[in-house]
């Protein structure tokens, strides 16, 4: 199944998925086509003016851009959606989309999507990382 | 190179880092990010304010690395998303933060996905103009005998001062660059009594500075933002401290905001003819009286009580027309248009910049008595309107070419 990570870029959380055979929609892929694309436009993400506009699909336009830019990239992973994970109350080491408007919808848009969900706080010793990860296993196995 | 440490949050989402690079190296000036630790909290602690936002935390730590001096840059650029309101609010802490615990200079900006390397150009040629010449803005003083020459759009503008008095002055229409200027040199070289070999230094600003600074042999050929901003706070006896700086321009207007006189933002409007002095132009043809009689009739009329639907130069004015019909009389209509030109700046324009008081409002429609009390009734204050306040950028170029004396 294809399982929407947040945040977005933790590599911690795609790792997992993939491990548990399911398909991460993780945020690392979506940038990787993009600087590898042979026309390299907008250093350094490859982000341009019509990807903002993109973001329209899921924030209005009085939205700053940055979070628009931001949901042009995600957003359409949400929509592939077909489970989640997410993590509260993480570092920025474990993964950062360095606005939190853009969380807050974020989080909102994979609740609206009403699939199988999975939230989680973030680990903060030994013990609560063995019940982080074994939840996580559960959770993915229990997909179907 | 000098180098423009960049603090900012959302740019690389937006689409516009590129164009934010590609002002920089125009001017000659290089984009660099100061390092920081991953670990934000001392940096947090210190400046005071936790905004939630991990990008703008960084912000905070890039900007005291700058003012630690572990991290060497010539100037800071600051921009956050455009309706942010935590980058907003962090954007000008910053910018005070930075202004207090370094000297280097700062230009903040609130970009949106359309921002483009033009738009940019203005605010790092600032920036650059800062860096390089330091020394230069910092005078506060004009001494010998020189002239300032200010080639606008609309306008073109000659001052010859000397020992920090006005001797000569002259304003006339722009035609042509070339001939404009000759026509206002020669007259305010007769207001002054002088010859041009008595000038002992030259500086020119505005758009046609390049061609007017190689004719004359000016020793300052510089760009506008700087030089008015030094002309206005010279005029008004604001030197020191935070100001705007409000021109209201018969085609675009520019508010600028400033430390000591250098200005650290300023936007800029020319979209609308209806937030412009062609409004009241407009507005004075169908009063039937001239311009110059227009500003103080609107100052008799009441601000509030001609009701107005549009902003726009061709429905709003026949809402005025309309009003004339019901009764209203010429002083209230004037006053309304004064109003709507007024309204229309501070929801359009002000609103992308901090206003800091006092507000200097200069420029040709600086005389209009109407306008002067609009504004000052829009943003609860009085502006400053300096003596031969449509003079600025000319006093600020014979000011600042003092120094090359």
Redesign the interface.
């Known amino acids: 199944m294809k399982i929407f990570i947040y945040p977005p870029n933790s590599m911690i959380l795609q790792d997992l998925v993939e491990r548990f055979g399911h398909t991460p929609l993780a945020l690392a892929k979506e940038i990787d086509r993009r600087v590898n694309d042979p026309e390299l436009d907008s250093p350094p993400m490859n982000i341009t003016e019509i990807d903002v506009k993109v973001g329209l699909k899921y924030a209005a336009i009085e939205v700053p851009s940055g979070v628009r830019g931001r949901l042009a990239l995600f957003g359409p992973l949400i929509d592939e959606a077909e489970a989640a994970i997410i993590v509260n109350d993480f570092p920025s080491t474990f993964g950062c989309m360095a606005c939190a408007r853009t969380n807050e919808l974020t989080i909102y848009l994979i609740k609206q999507k009403k699939v199988p969900t999975l939230e989680l706080e973030y680990p903060t010793n030994e013990e609560e990382v063995e019940d982080f990860i074994a939840r996580i296993k559960n959770f993915l196995e229990g997909l179907k | 190179m000098i180098k423009i440490a960049q603090l900012s949050?959302?740019?690389?989402?937006?689409?516009?880092?590129?164009e934010i690079e590609k002002a920089a190296e125009t001017v000659g000036a290089k984009i660099v990010f100061p390092d920081v630790d991953?670990d934000f909290d001392d940096a947090i602690e210190d400046f005071g304010f936790d905004?939630?936002?991990?990008?703008l935390k960084?912000m905070v730590a890039r900007a005291k690395a700058l003012a630690d001096k572990s991290f060497e840059a010539d100037a800071v650029f600051i921009a956050?998303?455009?309706?942010?309101a935590?980058?907003a609010l962090i954007r000008n802490e910053l910018r005070r933060y930075l202004q207090k615990h370094t000297k280097l200079p700062v230009v903040m900006y609130s970009?949106?996905?359309?921002t483009q390397a033009s738009v940019l150009l203005t605010r790092m040629e600032a920036l650059v103009t800062i860096v390089k010449r330091k020394d230069l803005l910092g005078r506060e003083r004009q001494v010998g005998i020189t002239m300032g020459l200010d080639s606008g759009s609309a306008t073109t503008k000659a001052v010859i001062m000397q020992d920090n008095k006005i001797v000569g002055k002259y304003w006339s229409p722009t035609t042509t660059v070339m001939e404009s200027a000759e026509k206002v040199v020669a007259e305010a070289l007769k207001e002054a009594k002088m010859d041009l070999k008595d000038i002992e230094s030259i500086g020119t600003t505005g758009y046609g500075r390049y061609i007017l600074g190689q004719h004359y042999k000016a020793k300052l050929v510089q760009e506008e933002l700087t030089v008015n901003s030094k002309g206005a706070v010279f005029l008004a006896d604001k030197q020191k401290g935070e100001a705007t700086i409000l021109d209201i321009g018969g085609m675009d207007n520019k508010a600028i905001t400033v430390m000591d006189g250098i200005p650290d933002s300023f936007t800029m409007g020319g979209i609308c003819a209806g937030a412009s002095g062609r409004f009241l132009e407009t507005t004075a043809k169908r009063l039937g009286i001239e311009i110059g009689e227009f500003g103080g009739m609107a100052a008799k009329g009441e601000l509030h009580k001609v009701p107005m639907n549009s902003y726009c130069t061709v429905f709003g004015i026949q809402g005025l027309v309309s009003a004339l019909a019901e009764g209203y009389s010429k002083e209230d209509v004037a006053a309304a248009a004064c109003r709507s030109v007024a309204e229309q700046i501070y929801q359009q324009q002000l609103q992308e910049i901090d206003v800091r008081f006092p507000v200097i409002q200069v420029g040709g429609t600086s005389l209009l008595k109407g306008l002067v009390r609009a504004v000052g009734d829009i943003l609860k204050t009085e502006p400053v309107v300096p003596q031969n306040s449509q003079f600025i950028g000319a006093v600020g170029g014979a000011l600042l070419c003092s120094g090359f004396i």
């Open positions: 949050c959302g740019n690389d989402y937006s689409g516009i880092q590129k991953i905004p939630v936002s991990p990008g960084l956050t998303c455009f309706r942010c935590e980058g970009f949106t996905e359309n």
